[in-house]
């Protein structure tokens, strides 16, 4: 019931993050980019607020709730790609994310 | 049980308590109680922010309902002071929404008696009370809560706190704006070099508002919203501060929107003094990563309590996502040199604010800024019009 009063996942997501291949598990209500930050990932942010774009992500499958609104950020052919902002976005379902610049040492 | 009530009953919460409180009563009673208030507000602040030593404590660890219990009290009080202030610019029986005969019949408070006797000047001092508490409090709450971009009832109650100094459009600007550019020239809000706060107070101000104007506008086009409807965030801000001057028209005709519109931009230059000190000088490279040296911090204990940590700047800039109660101090980022209730005034002194900045600035130069930022001292000091500046070679050194 909760799932479908705030739209979000119950239960821990796991999100894989292309090119470099890494997956690691959202609990719920927390953000993608928090998540990664506290596994020491080394995901691409800024400001942690939705307002600067370093973190956007392009979403490859699955779905999330987004808490900002992204189109003060993103432009418009972004949003068409589908990208969305890592530290805005908390997993509904498993992810795929597309993130070049996060790379593995 | 008792983690929870040794986290309510600690020295700063009873202190913040009284005062909420005599200022509740302050306000209210009105009349000659504008002039305590008024004295309060000028000077006992200040001196208790002189004396009142630093407090380098890292997060309270007030669990987060506590904290959040008193950011939103203050919108509530902010609500009451500026109803009940318009309610004593009525004049003879006018009752704005009741309150009066309320009161009077329920607690045996005659408000009536209390406007007959209120004088001219006692209502000058209490709309420079109703300025400096807006500002000091409804914008700081106001800048806490629409840092809270993932939560609307934040969001809103922070633009209508905004609203109370005629700028809710500051919640957009801030957010997406200064807090990316903060420090280069693209930033209305960071103060140059050699600037005046009075020179900088307008030119910030419609920088800011120019610069929420271009922002909305894209996200709107993005989102392919007319600018010209309710969706746009400039409209809904300016309308809640026109409802506001409504009020006061109910309370006392076009008389009260005019002394409305006094007091709500008397409390927006307040504020942008307050943005004036915050980052003085200070230059950075446009993209780089905002650090903690990009911000005047100050932890003077009285001023930290009372702003809800907002001189806790430093990290408040490094990590905007950090609510108030979570901000620490950074004993290592560069220092005002006073608090901010203190540094306010300075600042109303160009000369004696030259006089204990300039030197600051400087030494930021030398053990601050990064290469990367030396071709921008060099630019700003020449830009300055300032011999402090134009002749210090410290970037050279
Ligand atoms: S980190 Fe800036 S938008 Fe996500």
Known sequence: MFSKIFGSATKPATVTILPADISFIVEPKKTVLLSALDQNIKYPHYCRVGSCGTCK?????????????????LSNEDIQAGYILACQSVPKTDLVLEVPKLRVE | MRAFLSSMVTPRALALSALALSFFFMMTLGGPFYYLAAFVITSVFSLLDMVGGQDNSDNDGKPWYYANIQAYQIPFAMLWFGLIYAWYLGTGMSDLF????????????????????????????????????????GTTIGHELTHRTWSKVAIITGRWMLALTSDASFSIEHVYGHHLTLGTPADPATARRGESVYHFIPRSTFGQIISAWHIETGRLARKGQSIWSLHNRMFTGWAMTL?????????????????????????????????????????????????PRHSWNCNQRVSSWLLFNLPRHSHHHAMGDKPYW????????????????????????????????????????????????????????????????????????
């Not at chain 2, 420079?128 to 000091?136: M, P, S």
């Not at chain 2, 003094?273 to 650090?291: D, L, P, W």
């Open chain 1, 57 to 73: 992500s392009k979403l490859i499958s699955g779905q999330v709730r987004e808490l900002t609104d992204k189109s003060y950020t």
């Open chain 2, 98 to 137: 009741g309150v009066g005969g309320f009161l009077k019949t329920h607690t045996g408070f005659d408000m009536f008696a209390i406007r007959a006797r209120t004088t001219a000047p006692e209502l000058i001092t209490g709309g420079y009370c109703l300025a400096t508490i807006w500002a000091g409090f």
């Open chain 2, 243 to 291: 409802a506001y001057a409504g009020v006061f028209y109910m309370a006392a005709g076009w008389k009260g929107v005019i002394i409305f519109f006094a007091i709500s931009w008397f409390g927006k230059c307040y504020l942008e003094a307050i943005n004036y000190i915050e980052h003085y000088g200070i230059v950075r490279v446009a993209g780089t990563q905002v650090e």
């Open chain 2, 326 to 397: 979570e901000l620490n101090c950074y004993p290592d980022a560069p220092m005002m040199p006073h608090g901010y209730l203190t540094m306010i005034y300075i600042a109303l002194i160009p000369p004696l604010f030259r006089k204990i900045m300039h030197p600051r600035v400087l030494d930021w130069d030398r053990r601050y800024a990064v290469p990367a930022e030396y071709p921008l001292i060099v630019e700003a000091n020449r830009r300055s019009n300032t011999a402090d500046f134009i002749n210090n070679v410290a970037p050279a050194e």
